[in-house]
Nanobody
Framework: EVQLVESGGGLVQPGGSLRLSCAASGFLFGNYDMSWVRQAPGKGPEWVSGITSTRSLIYYADSVKGRFTISKDNAKKTLYLQMNSLKPEDTAVYYC??????????RGQGTQVTVSA
């Protein structure tokens, strides 16, 4: 059974940082491209970042470029998203998903990130 479990979300002040983690199980994590997708209240999903299985391609949405960093630890079967210089508009539920793109076969339950003073 494929499982993706996100953690690391929370409440942070503007300008702060958070590191999201996604623990994967039930599939060959090292062979999969992975992504982070977020959804803010009242908005559609946004593909935030993606990384291919070989790490040869990395994508960042323009809205997070220069502030977020995606990484993938195949030995630990964990996907990360380091988020710095957070802004109120980054407030959303962040989902870990399989694949490189906005559409995924599998997705976790999400972790809430709230950026507010």
């Amino acid at each position: 059974e494929v499982q993706l479990v996100e953690s690391g979300g929370g409440l942070v002040q503007p300008g702060g940082s958070l590191r999201l983690s996604c623990a994967a199980s039930g599939f060959l994590f090292g062979n999969y491209d992975m992504s982070w997708v977020r959804q803010a209240p009242g908005k559609g999903p946004e593909w935030v970042s993606g990384i291919t299985s070989t790490r040869s391609l990395i994508y960042y949405a323009d809205s997070v470029k220069g502030r977020f960093t995606i990484s993938k630890d195949n030995a630990k079967k964990t996907l990360y998203l380091q988020m710095n210089s957070l802004k109120p508009e980054d407030t959303a539920v962040y989902y870990c998903s399989t694949g490189y793109g906005p559409v995924s076969e599998y997705r976790g339950q999400g972790t809430q990130v709230t950026v507010s003073a």
